[in-house]
């Protein structure tokens, strides 16, 4: 046989099935091919450009970064440094909006005991060179102090006063022997302070000194030594300390003092000793021979000689204009009049791009808190009695705070939102409506202490007295009424809470009438809020935190009504030493007051590094300390989450030796009680994340989409003042040779591009392989698709099988004729073709077929193997030849002639089905 096609073992191909291959194998699948082919390689050049693009979408636009930081520390309204410097050989430097300052120059040449003060100068005209002797830096101050019973704030005196030469002339005394010169100096001043134990009213105080200890500020050797000071008259007890640094510098004694720091002034400590870490010492100007002419001069040091004198400042700023006259014209006037520009400050973000981006993404979160406690407050006596009726006893004070949840939660210290029943009294007296409001409702609260047997009435004219005078002893006193009166004797009705938030620049304004009680001014820009949980210990007054005995918790929580932009809150665990943090808050006075109307109502940053971690006591200590107002500030890492709250002055201290140290508050505590509390902060608002988008397209030069995205914050959140201006900022940016607009641009398309054909490359992949799949199944080829036999099989291949033949048919050809299909296998190819059948199988076709049928009724003969041969059905016979290969029992059938079985095919080699 030449041609497999005529096997008939194998299925041959209709001609339906040959115009589906063909139309199958039309172009369709090579343009497929192609498309795939030709969308992967693009989409690989798209990968390749985008590794070459995508760096030039971010540059470090340094005087961008500058603009935006000018944005939210305007320049105009940032603090500068008063440079003073004297000719006496030291020089400091001091904040002109946190403090103001005063100077004297040295007296004219004496030849009497007596010593005659130098002129006096004050703020500006310090930043010109002369020969101060004495400088004095005091925290500023609201305009409510001036009217207020309150002390004044702690004191840096810096004096040079002593010079060698008196010096050398006390070190020949005998208890001096065998001392430096240092310690001589340190014990020279010591003597002199123990010396003044009486003041002048005859009044004794005990004063207590420490051990002097070295250390090291700035570079400078000092022996520190601390003074307490206890005045135990009148009945009231005060007390204070003085912590005094003395050091020699180029053979001149300088003494610098903190001094008058009381309970309720020991926030503004850690202030005055950042001046102190300014102090510098240069070699002096002044000749020996000078300095020796004033060596019999009485020695002046800088605690003056009584202890009311050593705080109280007013008699030197109410010097007659007279007695100033009279000084100037013979004392030495100053040796150059040139001024000294105003020095400003270099913020550790202008070169910190991560700060500047935390403040920048944390400001709009942060508010000023307002907060109002007045109750009626019954001051009883011992029997029980009522002896005085306080009503509309208020006492407040503003704070710093921050969102922490789109829903409006404020999260800030405790003890800026909780105040004691005590609290209130002394707020009854300094929240009057006029200066002689106050006096009357002081005169109420001190004769109920006569009344109640707790003072007498001389101790009482003398609070009264020394209120009038400014004594600060006096006012000190004042201060403390609260703590001699027993807490049974305090009874609080119709206590009553109110506080405002201020998110905005617009300040928080307060309603004072005589006829009512103090209350804040709500509006669009000043919301009010609810108080939620606070985690405080109110009761510990500010005498006992001033030993150290501070509450071991200080979180509150509030809650206002609406939608705002909130900070991410973080955890302080990852906290560590060195590490850079920024305190952003409302500035506000010194004096825990509530007028803000005069200080800047945008908030202000404060940055520090990490000194040291009290995990146990979870605070955090830094090198800054915290400024007025942002007591309960948020405290931010450099990724801009909030890790902690600050707390104005040294209260929370360790040990109270920090210097000039900033102490924040974990927001472990404030974790801990919204657990507690079961409150859920939820995830971060859409402004907050479109406000944070804006901030990092700006940082990388994309001032288009920034200048969209800022647009977008403002109309997201409308109390976001700086929204708007970023967004004018970002827009003239744009064209720069900072911008990378286009760049990112480009870098968006080309991503959108690479999905799109990847998406496109992978449809193509999956229609090839369908389309190859669909051609695979229909094109089966001359020789049929091969049957995978199973393994199981002991048969591994069979003969093919006639079909059975109905009872009752007697002609197989006519059977044939009228459509039955044989059954044979059409799938099966022997992998070994063999024709020969088995003689059995032939010799019972010969019976069956040719004995059954008569001569003239069989079926044309057709060609060899153009018709399949029909066979009996038959079983399977195994090729095992262990098996019985018994032929079947022949069907019986009549006048059916035998045929003869085909001839053997003969292989032909141009058929690949026989190779």
């Keep these: 046989m030449d041609n497999s ?40 050049l798209v990968g390749i450009g985008l590794f070459f693009v995508i760096p030039m979408t971010s540059k470090d636009d340094k005087d961008a970064r500058m603009a935006l930081a000018n944005v939210l520390q305007p320049t105009d309204q940032i603090s500068k440094d008063v440079p003073v410097a004297s000719e006496l050989g030291f020089s400091l430097r001091y904040d002109n909006q946190r403090f103001t300052g005063e100077a004297r120059v040295q007296g004219p040449e004496q030849t009497t005991a007596t010593k005659t003060l130098g002129a006096s100068y004050d703020n500006n005209d310090l930043r010109t060179k002369r020969d101060y002797e004495y400088v004095a830096i005091t925290p500023v101050e609201s305009t409510d102090s001036s009217r207020s019973m309150v002390t004044l704030p702690p004191q840096l005196q810096v004096s040079t006063e002593t010079t060698i030469d008196a010096l050398k002339k006390t070190m020949e005394k005998p208890e001096y022997a065998d001392l430096s010169q240092l310690n001589a100096f340190v014990k020279m001043q010591t003597d002199l302070r123990m010396a003044k134990k009486v003041a002048d009213d005859k009044t004794v105080v005990t004063i207590e ?120 014209d013979d004392v030495k006037q100053p040796q150059s009049d040139e001024e000294s520009p105003l020095i400003a400050k270099k913020a550790e973000y202008n070169d910190n791009a991560a700060s500047l981006r935390s403040i920048a993404i944390t400001q709009p979160s942060v508010v000023r808190i307002g907060t109002i406690y007045c109750a009626d407050i019954a001051l009883k006596t011992a029997d029980g009695a009522t002896a005085a009726q306080l009503t509309d006893a208020c006492a407040g004070n503003v704070n710093s705070g ?62 009264k007295n020394g209120a009038g005078t400014g004594d600060q002893e006096a006012l000190a006193k004042i201060e403390n009424i609260t703590s ?21 620049d617009k300040p928080i304004v307060i309603n004072r009438t005589a006829a009512s009680k103090p209350s804040f001014a709500y509006s669009d820009t000043v919301i009010s809020a609810k108080f939620v949980v606070a985690n405080y210990d109110s009761s510990k007054s500010k005498r006992t935190t001033f030993s150290g005995d501070n509450s071991a918790n200080d979180t509150g929580l509030l809650k206002m009504e609406g939608s705002f932009q909130n900070v991410a809150v973080g955890s302080s665990d990852e906290v560590r030493s060195n590490a850079n943090l920024n305190t952003v808050g409302f500035p506000a006075y010194t004096d825990s007051g509530l007028t803000v109307d005069k200080v800047r109502n945008m908030p202000v940053v404060t940055q520090s590094t990490v000194q040291q971690v009290y995990k146990d006591k979870l605070l955090i200590q830094t090198n800054a300390p915290v400024v007025p107002g942002n007591d309960g500030a948020p405290t931010v890492n450099q990724a801009g989450s909030l890790v902690g709250f600050a707390t104005y002055g040294s209260l929370y201290c360790p040990d109270q030796l920090c210097f000039a140290s900033g102490t924040v508050r974990s927001t472990s505590e404030l974790l801990a009680m919204l657990n507690k509390e079961n409150i859920s902060l939820g995830s971060q608002s859409k402004a907050t994340k479109t406000w944070t988008r804006a901030i990092d397209e700006y940082f990388k030069g994309n ?17 976001n ?86 009872q009752g048919v007697s002609n197989l050809g006519q059977w044939q004729d009228q459509g039955v299909q044989s059954n044979t296998p059409q799938s099966y190819v022997s992998p070994t073709p063999s024709y020969q059948q088995p003689q059995a199988n032939s010799s019972w076709l010969q019976q069956t077929n040719h004995q059954s049928l008569p001569a003239q009724e069989q079926p044309m003969q057709n060609p060899a193997y153009a018709t399949p041969i029909q066979q009996p059905p038959q079983p399977v016979q195994p090729l095992n030849p262990n098996l019985p290969s018994t032929p079947p029992a022949p069907v019986q059938q ?22």
């Design 894 to 915: 009549s006048n059916v002639p035998p045929q003869a079985p085909p001839a053997a095919p003969q292989v032909s080699s141009e058929d690949p089905f026989y190779r």
């Design 484 to 504: 001699m009166i027993p807490d049974n004797f305090v009874s609080a009705t119709k206590e009553e809470y109110s506080y405002s938030i201020q998110p905005s």
């Design 402 to 463: 921050v969102i922490v949840s789109s829903d409006g939660y404020v999260a800030t210290t405790g003890h800026a939102v909780r105040y004691s029943t005590k609290e209130a009294i002394n707020g009854y007296i300094n929240f009057a409506e006029s200066r002689t409001e106050m006096f009357d409702r002081l005169q109420r609260v001190l004769d109920y202490l006569v009344k109640a047997k707790i003072i007498n009435q001389s101790d009482a004219e003398y609070m």
């Design 721 to 806: 003042v700086n929204a708007a201006v970023l967004q004018k900022l970002a827009a003239s940016k744009q064209g720069t040779q900072g911008d990378t607009s286009l760049a990112n641009q480009g870098v968006s398309a080309m991503i959108w591009s690479l999905v799109v054909l990847v998406i496109l490359t992978i449809l193509l992949v999956i229609v090839y392989i369908v389309h190859r799949k669909r051609i695979d199944s229909l094109q089966v080829g001359h020789y049929g698709v091969q049957t995978p036999v199973s393994p199981a099989s002991s048969t591994p291949y069979a003969q093919p099988l006639a079909p059975a033949v109905p």
């Design 703 to 719: 001032y288009q989409a920034a200048a969209a995205h800022f647009a977008s914050a403002g109309d997201q959140y409308g109390y």
């Design 5 to 44: 096609s005529t096997n008939p073992y194998i299925p041959q191909e209709s001609e339906e099935i040959r115009n589906k291959v063909y139309q199958r194998q039309s172009p369709f699948g090579k343009i497929v091919k192609i498309a795939f082919i030709v969308t992967g390689v693009v989409s690989i």
């Design 209 to 328: 000194d420490s051990k002097p200890t070295a250390q090291t500020i700035n570079d400078v050797q000092y022996q520190k030594v601390r003074y307490i000071t206890k005045n135990d008259n009148y009945r009231i007890s005060n007390e204070l300390y003085e912590d005094c640094y003395y050091t020699i510098q180029n053979e001149r004694p300088y003494a610098a003092c903190v001094t008058g720091v009381r309970p309720n002034n020991l926030k503004a400590a850690a202030l005055v000793e950042q001046v102190l870490q300014t102090i510098s010492y240069q070699k002096t100007t002044t000749s020996k021979a000078e300095e020796s002419k004033k060596s019999d001069a009485v020695s002046r040091i800088n605690s003056p000689v009584t202890l009311a004198q050593a705080t109280d400042t007013d008699t030197k700023k109410n010097e007659t204009e007279t007695d100033k006259s009279s000084t100037k």
